[in-house]
């Protein structure tokens, strides 16, 4: 946080005049990092009047960030389909027939050739999924740790998804140079069980601690579009918000409805609602890099600008996400360029551990 907020607090709150008005003071407070929103203030936050809720955000958003950087994550799907979590969203389940097979994990090589083509491009961080429900620990798992090492090694910021993750499970990425776990909430604890069977929520928060203990940083976010109130979206984001540190990434995902999944037949999200997850987002969480993330290849320009403008500091970048389209990269810088964007280098002042083929 700039240190000129904490001098006007400390003027505000301490000193022997109160120089500004009651309704501004209220503001500069509701710029403080909190972890205790309400799920009413949450909600009218929310469902606040469209422009003052991205002028609001907006505000925070250049206070807390600058205006100009935008983080560029590459996605690859390290092993594709077969996983035996029943999640209602997801190509990849068993449970569902989609047409995405059961794919090996992906060989150490090309996953370091891919990495390094999305460098190239431009990408500063490299995600890599896997379609498991939980990491076991074995051969499979050492060869990700090494390719966490590998991709490392390129200067890029390294993030997995992997499912849960025990304890040392999280250490051993940690020692692997790991910058940041993703595993999201997806939706509120309430709307959860509509969602998903076969785990529950606070198997969710406790892969959650794992990461956070190991001081790995945080990725954790949701989707939109799947059936949730408003009410489902303003307690995922209160719970976001409840995690102290705040999650470093918020990922804020519009459903993919893919044919053969049981959501196969939602309608396309209000991309307007995407704007508002994304401006509640920055208001209640200002420090984290809020990434407008699947669901970003239906958007028109205008409704990615208006994201933007709401505080999105964060894109998957790319032209797929795990077994989906994206968007186009030439696009994409194309719109960046546009809106006086640049991509945001990668953070890695950490030394990066030494690698080897597996
Ligand atoms: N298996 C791991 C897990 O679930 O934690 C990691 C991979 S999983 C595909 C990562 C995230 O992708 C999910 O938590 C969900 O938020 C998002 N996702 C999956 N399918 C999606 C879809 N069809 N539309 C939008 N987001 C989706
Ligand atoms: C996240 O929040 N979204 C990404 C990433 N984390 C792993 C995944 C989106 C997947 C969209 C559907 C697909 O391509 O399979
Ligand atoms: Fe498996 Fe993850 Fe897909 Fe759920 S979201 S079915 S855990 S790959």
Same mark, same amino acid.
């Given at each position: 946080m700039p240190p000129y907020r904490d001098a006007l607090r400390?003027?505000?709150? %301490?000193? %022997? %005049?109160?120089?500004?008005?009651?309704?501004?003071t209220l503001q500069v407070m509701s710029d403080a990092i909190r972890h205790d929103w309400s799920t009413e203030e949450t909600l009218a936050i929310l469902q606040s009047p469209l422009l003052d809720l991205v002028q609001r955000a907006r505000t925070i958003h250049s206070d807390h960030h600058g205006n100009d950087s935008v983080q560029l994550a590459s996605l690859l799907s390290l092993k594709t389909g077969g996983c035996s979590e029943d999640c209602n969203y997801c190509p990849q389940s068993v449970h569902h027939s989609t047409n995405v097979g059961n794919g090996d994990l992906m060989a150490y090589d090309q996953v370091l050739d891919t990495a390094r083509k999305a460098r190239e491009l431009g990408a500063s961080r490299f995600c890599m999924g896997a379609a498991w429900r939980q990491v076991h620990d074995g051969e499979e798992f050492d060869r990700?740790?090494?390719?966490?090492?590998?991709?490392?090694?390129?200067?890029?910021?390294?993030?997995?998804?992997?499912?849960?993750?025990?304890q040392d499970q999280a250490r051993r990425l940690a020692e692997a140079g790991l910058t940041a776990y993703n595993h999201n909430l997806d939706t509120s604890p309430e709307y959860y069980n509509k969602i998903i069977s076969t785990r529950d929520?606070?198997?969710?928060?406790?892969?959650?601690r794992h990461v956070r203990e190991a001081g790995i940083s945080l990725c954790v976010g949701g989707i939109i579009g799947m059936g949730e109130s408003d009410r489902d979206r303003a307690r995922m984001l209160e719970i976001l918000a409840g995690l102290d540190p705040h999650p470093e990434s918020v990922p804020i995902n519009a459903l993919v409805a893919v044919v053969g999944t049981?959501?196969?037949?939602?309608?396309? &999200?209000d991309p307007l609602d995407l704007v508002r997850m994304c401006a509640t987002a920055r208001i209640l969480m200002p420090e984290s890099r809020v990434r407008l993330s699947a669901g970003r290849h239906q958007l028109s320009r205008e409704a990615q600008v208006l994201c933007f403008l709401a505080g999105a500091n964060s894109i998957f970048y790319g032209e797929k996400l795990l077994t989906t389209a994206n968007t186009e990269c030439e696009e994409d810088r194309r719109?960046?360029?546009?809106?006086?964007?640049?991509?945001?280098?990668?953070? &890695?002042?950490?030394?990066?551990?030494?690698?080897?083929?597996?």
């Open positions: 400390h003027l505000l709150f %301490h000193g %022997h %005049h109160n120089l500004l008005s009651p309704e501004s990700v740790l090494n390719m966490v090492r590998g991709v490392g090694a390129l200067g890029m910021e390294t993030c997995v998804t992997l499912g849960m993750l025990s929520f606070e198997d969710r928060m406790e892969t959650l049981p959501l196969e037949n939602r309608p396309p &999200v719109l960046l360029r546009e809106l006086g964007l640049s991509p945001l280098p990668p953070d &890695v002042d950490k030394p990066t551990p030494a690698t080897s083929a597996a």
